[in-house]
């Protein structure tokens, strides 16, 4: 793994920050983020290593030393690229618990380097309700560091996570005059905000669901003759005007996709002519669309106003083995397909949450 510079001179910056500090700040959020204001809330967005993370408070303050508060709480977060040699998600859990383990393991390192003090430290992996795993741990800062008077640091809390090819810090300084209760609190509220996308963030669609709050947002497709609900554990990468692409909440750091697509009913002699063309045909070691070797297929029985066909199926296409569910159906004046694709691990993980997907359409007659 690349090592953290900048989490290190983060480190070094901690030690001696105080409630009562008067670091310089600077209006700007570092480069290739967004940061967007929620109701009560804040969400970093980074769409280079595409994930989403929200925090509470109602006013924000960036600082040079890497620091930003949010409402009357610091956090830091700190992304770093490692290799592949060290973790892909074709590999098990235990060596992406490994890859938390170095990174902890290179921080407790580096404060033995500018204090001979054993550290004490605890840690915890977590799950959050989606299924994604954290490193959560905190280290007690020593005596040594404290400033008499002030309202210095006494732990440091952090969250490990892995958001594709990086792995990502999140910091959360605990000061003495805060309930060490309510910090828990919260540092769970970031966790299970925590949203992994497989490319890029629909930021338009992400902006509508913020200011959406709980209310559940629909696909409406007037031209089509659809609608659909869009469920609130799908990450939005696509909202074109004939496709709709969105991920699965990460399983094992693996990203099950749902592809929507519309095509006009004039393109085709008839329904079963576009099934033909779109829907998955032969027998076991027939070529399917793009190259892809068939294995097996099965017909499925259709969910909700889903009209036309429905299968399951599974594909090689020359490297990996896939598991995929797609359906078919017609409005008066377009035929759709919805594609739901998955390693053969992850398949049973998220179809319940694709058939759910599938209950929430309506079409309009």
């Not at 570092?30 to 969400?43: E, L, R, T």
Request: charged share 25%; proline share 4%; hydrophobic share 35%.
């Amino acid at each position: 793994m690349r090592t953290s510079l900048l989490f290190f001179v983060f480190l070094s910056c901690m030690y001696g920050i105080s409630q009562e500090t008067e670091t310089p700040s600077t209006e700007k959020a570092p480069p290739n983020v967004y940061i967007m204001k929620g109701s009560d809330n804040y969400h970093y967005i980074n769409d280079d290593i595409h994930f989403t993370a929200s925090f509470k408070g109602d006013s924000i303050r960036y600082f040079e030393n890497g620091l930003i508060k949010m409402g009357d709480d610091f956090v830091s977060i700190i992304e770093v690229p490692f290799e592949v040699s060290e973790y892909h998600n074709g590999r098990p859990v235990e060596d992406e618990i490994k890859l938390f383990q170095s990174q902890k393991q290179k921080e407790i390192d580096y404060y033995k380097e500018i204090d001979e003090t054993n550290l004490k430290y605890d840690e915890e992996v977590i799950l959050n309700t989606d299924g994604k795993r954290f490193l959560r741990w905190h280290y007690e800062a020593p005596q040594s560091m404290f400033v008499e008077g002030e309202d210095h640091m006494i732990k440091h809390y952090f969250l490990y996570f892995v958001a594709n090819d990086y792995l990502v810090t999140i910091g959360f300084p605990l000061f003495k005059s805060e309930n060490e209760a309510e910090k828990m609190t919260y540092i769970n509220y970031v966790a299970e905000s925590i949203k992994v996308y497989a490319s890029n963030i629909d930021i338009e669609y992400f902006r509508e669901s913020m200011l959406a709050g709980p209310n559940t947002l629909e696909g409406v497709y007037d031209f089509a003759n659809f609608f659909f609900e869009i469920p609130s554990f799908l990450n939005v990468l696509d909202t074109k005007e004939s496709v709709f692409a969105a991920t699965f909440p990460d399983v094992d750091n693996i990203k099950n996709a749902v592809i929507l697509e519309i095509f006009e009913k004039e393109s085709y002699p008839s329904f079963k002519d576009f099934n033909d063309n779109k829907m998955p045909r032969g027998k076991s070691g027939d070529i399917l669309f793009g190259g892809a070797t068939l294995l097996i297929k099965e017909k499925l029985d259709n969910i909700g106003i889903i009209n036309g066909e429905s299968f399951r199926f599974q594909f090689y296409n020359g490297t990996k083995l896939y598991s995929a569910k797609k359906v078919s159906f017609e409005t008066k004046t377009h035929y759709v397909t919805i594609l739901f694709n998955a390693t053969t691990s992850t398949y049973k993980e998220n179809l319940p949450r694709f058939d759910s997907f599938l209950e929430g359409f309506e079409i309009i007659e």
